[in-house]
T-cell receptor
Framework: GDSVTQMEGPVTLSEEAFLTINCTYTATGYPSLFWYVQYPGEGLQLLLKATKADDKGSNKGFEATYRKETTSFHLEKGSVQVSDSAVYFC??????????????FGRGTQLTVWP | DGGITQSPKYLFRKEGQNVTLSCEQNLNHDAMYWYRQDPGQGLRLIYYSQIVNDFQKGDIAEGYSVSREKKESFPLTVTSAQKNPTAFYLCATQGGSSVAPDASTDTQYFGPGTRLTVL
């Protein structure tokens, strides 16, 4: 079945450091891939998405490229800020699968950025 | 602003009681979802509904019930049969038509969540 495996945290970085959070997936169909971010005590916010192979999603300095050959969708940011401290979730949605529209989530990666 | 509202933000329940969590949306989205979040476990799907008057069990439906009488509303009841209900509950919606899925409508949007604590 469909699933997402995400790099375990917590990840602790200094401000302006480079960030990578790894995400790989297993899917039977042609999934769309997502990164969501969750700030303390809040719901999830969509950070970026990609709907087909080789697409790059980007937002707020974060980027992720849909790599079908390696079934990966790693999240990167060149220079993190304290305000990026949050939990990041990788997810996939397979509109053509048997469970239309549902999201499969990774376990989340806690990122803490120190000034 | 609108979007998706969940109430209450915090809810306390005594053992043996049923409680209902509210989820309302004004996005005119067909599909709605309930997830449960526990520390270190990501999000797990409880129930989802593609259209009014229809819903399906997710991965952890035992001890929960839902209804979808209106497009805008998808309340979740946590029953006394749910053995460990303390968690953060998230409601989500997804746009587009369940009859004609479209890749551009595959994004889910989340409410602010309800934190349920069993005393």
């Amino acid at each position: 079945g469909d699933s997402v495996t995400q790099m375990e945290g917590p990840v602790t970085l200094s401000e302006e450091a480079f960030l990578t959070i790894n995400c790989t997936y297993t899917a039977t169909g042609y999934p769309s891939l997502f990164w969501y971010v969750q700030y303390p005590g809040e719901g999830l916010q969509l950070l970026l998405k990609a709907t087909k192979a080789d697409d790059k999603g980007s937002n707020k300095g974060f980027e992720a490229t849909y790599r079908k050959e390696t079934t990966s969708f790693h999240l990167e940011k060149g220079s993190v800020q304290v305000s990026d401290s949050a939990v990041y979730f990788c997810a996939l949605s397979d509109l053509r699968g048997s469970t239309l529209g549902r999201l499969y989530f990774g376990r989340g990666t806690q990122l803490t950025v120190w000034p | 602003d609108g979007g998706i509202t969940q109430s209450p933000k915090y809810l306390f329940r005594k053992e043996g009681q049923n409680v209902t969590l509210s989820c309302e949306q004004n996005l005119n989205h067909d599909a709605m979802y309930w997830y449960r979040q526990d520390p270190g476990q990501g999000l797990r799907l409880i129930y989802y509904s593609q259209i009014v008057n229809d819903f399906q069990k997710g991965d952890i439906a035992e001890g929960y019930s839902v209804s979808r009488e209106k497009k805008e509303s998808f309340p979740l009841t946590v029953t006394s049969a749910q053995k460990n209900p303390t968690a953060f509950y998230l409601c989500a919606t997804q746009g587009g038509s369940s009859v004609a899925p479209d890749a551009s409508t595959d994004t889910q949007y989340f409410g602010p969540g309800t934190r349920l604590t069993v005393l």
